[in-house]
T-cell receptor, first 115, second 111 residues
Framework: GAGVSQSPSNKVTEKGKDVELRCDPI?????LYWYRQSLGQGLEFLIY????????KSGLPSDRFSAERTGGSVSTLTIQRTQQEDSAVYLC?????????????FGDGTRLSIL | DAKTTQPPSMDCAEGRAANLPCNHS???????VYWYRQIHSQGPQYIIH???NNETNEMASLIITEDRKSSTLILPHATLRDTAVYYC????????????FGSGTQLTVLP
C-alpha cells in the first residue's frame, strides 16, 4: 500500500499475556519508529531502526518490551507479560532517512487494551 | 528543538480558509518548521514543512515570516474532515530522531 500499515488495528488481551504488533513501513523508507500514545497524551518514543545500524532502544519502558525489524522492512513490537499500564495506542512511523528534513509518516496504530 | 506556542483551539466555517498560527521565536537557522495533524482515532498525519520560503502542497500552504519567528498553516477551503488537532514542530536537520508533539491547536470546522 501507499502508507504505513499496522496490524492488528485493535487488540484486547488479558493481563500477563504476550502480544505482537506489526508494522509495514512505506516501501523504500529506511527509518522506522515505534511510539505509543495514551488517551489524551502526547507521543512517547519507544524505539527506532535505521538501515542496518543497531536500533535505538532508549525509549523502551521495560525489558518486557522488544522490537525487531527483519530485512530492513517489516517490524514487530513484542510486549511480554502485559500489564494494564501497557494499554495505549501503539504507533509506527517511517521516513526516508533520519537526518535531513524528511518527515515521518504514521500508521493508524494498534489500540491495545489489557484487561 | 525550539519551543513552539499555538493557541489551544480555533473554529472555522466550512469552506472558508483556516489560518493556524505558530510562534517559534527561538528557532535556529538550521531548524525546519513541520506541521502534523491528528484526527480522532487516527495516527498523526504529516501536512507540510519548510525552512525559510513559503511552501504549498495539495493539502495546505505554509507561510513563514521573514524573521522565521512565526509561521501560519493555511487550509484554503476547510471541510468538516479537517477537524483535528494541529501540531507545529520545529526540528533541526539531523536532530533527535523522535518527534515530540506539544499540545497543538484543536481546529473545529463548523457546518
Amino acid at each position: 500500500g501507499a502508507g504505513v500499515s499496522q496490524s492488528p488495528s485493535n487488540k484486547v488481551t488479558e493481563k500477563g499475556k504476550d502480544v505482537e504488533l506489526r508494522c509495514d513501513p512505506i516501501s523504500g523508507h529506511t527509518a522506522l519508529y515505534w511510539y505509543r500514545q495514551s488517551l489524551g497524551q502526547g507521543l512517547e518514543f519507544l524505539i527506532y531502526f535505521q538501515g542496518n545500524s543497531a536500533p535505538d532502544k532508549s525509549g523502551l519502558p521495560s525489558d518486557r518490551f522488544s522490537a525487531e525489524r527483519t530485512g530492513g522492512s517489516v517490524s514487530t513490537l513484542t510486549i511480554q507479560r502485559t500489564q494494564q499500564e501497557d494499554s495505549a495506542v501503539y504507533l509506527c512511523a517511517s521516513s526516508l532517512e533520519v537526518q535531513g528534513a524528511m518527515p515521518q509518516h504514521f500508521g493508524d496504530g494498534t489500540r491495545l487494551s489489557i484487561l | 528543538d525550539a519551543k513552539t506556542t499555538q493557541p489551544p483551539s480555533m473554529d472555522c466555517a466550512e469552506g472558508r480558509a483556516a489560518n493556524l498560527p505558530c510562534n517559534h521565536s527561538t528557532i535556529s537557522g538550521n531548524e525546519y518548521v513541520y506541521w502534523y495533524r491528528q484526527i480522532h482515532s487516527q495516527g498523526p498525519q504529516y501536512i507540510i514543512h519548510g525552512l525559510k520560503n513559503n511552501e504549498t502542497n495539495e493539502m495546505a500552504s505554509l507561510i513563514i515570516t521573514e524573521d522565521r519567528k512565526s509561521s501560519t498553516l493555511i487550509l484554503p477551503h476547510a471541510t468538516l474532515r479537517d477537524t483535528a488537532v494541529y501540531y507545529c514542530i520545529v526540528r533541526a536537520s539531523g536532530s533527535a530522531r523522535q518527534l515530540t508533539f506539544g499540545s497543538g491547536t484543536q481546529l473545529t470546522v463548523l457546518p
